[in-house]
Nanobody, 125 residues
């Protein structure tokens, strides 16, 4: 069982930055593909970004390309989401997700077996 704990959310003005962190339990973190998803009020959960086991491959949803960066530190069992030039439409609860060991993750939530509790990001205009 993997436990994921997100942190770093908060209230920021449009154009500002936040860095989300997701700390994972366990000793096999480097075998999990990791992803970030978000859910705005009244909307379905949507894919934001994903990173491969060793961090060599990343994928982003179109709306965050060039503004968000996903990264990971396997020695610290942590994945990050650096969010720059934030917009009001980025307001959502952000969730961290981990695949099964050696899973591919991907852009579909079904590719992930473990989820954090979420952290609120609010961007004011």
């Amino acid at each position: 069982q993997v436990q994921l704990v997100e942190s770093g959310g908060g209230l920021v003005q449009a154009g500002g930055s936040l860095r989300l962190s997701c700390a994972a339990s366990g000793r096999t973190f480097n075998t999990y593909a990791m992803g970030w998803f978000r859910q705005a009020p009244g909307k379905e959960r949507e894919f934001v970004a994903t990173i491969s086991w060793k961090g060599g491959s990343t994928t982003y949803t179109e709306s965050v390309k060039g503004r968000f960066t996903i990264s990971r530190n396997n020695a610290k069992n942590t994945v990050y989401l650096q969010m720059n030039r934030l917009k009001p439409e980025d307001t959502a609860v952000y969730y961290c997700a981990a695949s099964a060991p050696y899973g591919l993750g991907g852009q579909n939530s079904r590719g992930y077996d473990y989820w954090g509790q979420g952290t609120q990001v609010t961007v004011s205009s």
